[in-house]
Nanobody, 127 residues
């Protein structure tokens, strides 16, 4: 089990950028596939699963993205610092959400495949 803490969220105008960080502790970080997910306002009440945003392989070589963020967001990791990042550029109003990082032993794009989660960080994009 690994503990995850996100940071870097905030308020930004449409077209702006933010960089999220996720610091891990309590586990062997390099053995986990890391993912970023998000949940838009009200979706949790609807029982919707968290939306996949991006994931990165254990060594950081292989990445994949949701179609809605491809070309704008970049996921990376620094195994020496036990940290994964999400660089978000050209933010749009529809990117408004709470962003979560998550760790998995198997990976994938479904939230159910991830065992450990951070508490989330709010990203608010004003139009």
């Amino acid at each position: 089990q690994v503990q995850l803490v996100e940071s870097g969220g905030g308020l930004v105008q449409a077209g702006g950028s933010l960089r999220l960080s996720c610091a891990a502790s309590g586990g062997t970080f390099s053995t986990y596939i890391m993912g970023w997910f998000r949940q838009a306002p009200g979706k949790e009440r609807e029982g919707k699963e968290r939306e996949f945003v991006a994931r990165i392989s254990r060594g950081g070589v292989i990445t994949s993205y949701a179609a809605s963020v491809k070309g704008r967001f970049t996921i990376s990791r620094d195994n020496a610092k036990n940290t994964t990042y999400l660089q978000m550029n050209n933010l749009k109003f529809e990117d408004n959400a709470v962003y979560y990082c998550a760790a998995s032993g198997v990976g994938g794009t479904r939230a159910s495949a991830y065992d450990d989660w951070g508490q989330g960080t709010q990203v608010t994009v004003s139009s």
